[in-house]
């Protein structure tokens, strides 16, 4: 008789570990929520990141010439100056070494968890929490921060023969830095905020440059430079000295906000300056046409660059105004049928901003999909909560986007509104709140009223501000000042609460 082999035991089921607050990104946006519910006395949540490392879009962009637009002193927290920017406006090593200090400062490490891919965020409505999949394991928490910021995910045009280019193919965000692009034959498709860094840097090394450009933007000069070793030492031994900098930056930009706002006409200055700009660049009338555009200043997005035109005005380089129709083997095809053989494309097309797949992952009341709430546009109640997704909080939600100054200003207003709104669920005892109906309709009614007379709806262009029915879901019609005072405070009227109705099972502190 064979002995029977004895079976080990069962093991007991794995308790799913459970946080108050799970923040997706670790960007400004997620790193900044970290800080915030730290000084708030919430010291129970994660940030989960689908990359290895901090940093949001300062980590994924890391092509030639990258640097922010907004200058660095107004381009940082609040809550933490830094003095030893390199110059005013600083490059992407310099920006993503500040998001890292911040990591590091402030005492988010334990809270980070890397290499973790939210897949699905869903509600669970009678224990009135969130459960969140991710590619490392399953969580629970009572309330979500959504973090991953519009300028996560690559936009790539749908080409036919694309995938056919026998030569190398990638997204600004995503440069192949062991690619070596010298003497190669580089087409660059887009003439956006990246391209126009872009462009600049490689042009000097690629055998040939040819950019495709559906629509030009205006360009006005960058007063950028070192920040000397005396400014740096001012800012570090007397940091009001770095405060009034910051203020003058943030006094001069809100004085804009006007023009882009109310008074479109306005800009009419500011124009001419670019027009001035190119004149100066461009001596070739037929190349300065093309980069001339025919719309009002500030309905797409301003450029800044002292050397995209002298790129482009280079022997080696070329500008086909028109956009990528197709792709043959190695030859591009324009809309206007000219054709241009390449090795290499880089597309600087952007990315989902008005249809942000976040949303495609997340499921509210009744198993709703936010993709599908939104599929007619998005909307949200003060650019943070929507109806029927319950402690769900945006961070750069919908119409919190800037078009002239620095959005660390509207993640800070964001991230105090987000802190209220957990306080005063406490306060009152209640697990969870969403807006109410008329609420959310009310103050997006309002809303595109104001933006009816911004230039971006006036202003005679089409931009990636503007959704698939030509509502601007992206920007923010006021001041920073006037967002911050729209969301200094939760107004539980304009909520609905809810309370758990089922009891909490199988949960563990994370």
Partial sequence: MVPRTKQPPTPPPVATPHVRVAVVGSGFGGLGAGVRL?????????ILERASSVGGTWRDNSYPGCACDVPSHLYSFSFAPNPEWPRSFSGQPDIRAYLERVADTFGLRPHLRFDTEVLELRWEEGPARWRIRTGRGEWTADAVVSAAGPLADPQIPDLPGLAEFPGKVFHSSRWDHDYDLTGKRVAVVGTGASAAQIVPAIQPRVGRLTVFQRTPGWVLPRADREISGLEKWLHSRIPPTGKLRRGTLFALRELQVDAFVRRPGALRLVQRVAERHIAKSIADPALRAKLTPDYRIGCKR???????????AAPNAEVVAAGLREVRGSTLVAADGSEHEVDAIVFGTGFHVTDMPIAQRVFGVGGRALAQE????MEALRGSTVRGFPNLFFVIGPNTGLGNSSMILMIESQLNYLVDALTALDAVGATALQPTERAQRHWNLELQHRMGRTVWTTGGCRSWYL??????????????????RATRRVDLGEYELIKRTAPVTEEVPA
């Fill in 467 to 484: 959704d698939g029915a030509g509502r601007n879901t992206v920007l923010w019609p006021g001041s920073t000042s006037s967002f911050r």
């Fill in 38 to 46: 730290r000084r708030a006395g919430i010291t129970d949540f994660v």
């Fill in 374 to 377: 939104w599929k007619d546009g």
């Fill in 302 to 312: 301003i450029l800044l660059s002292n050397t995209y035109y002298p790129a482009l």
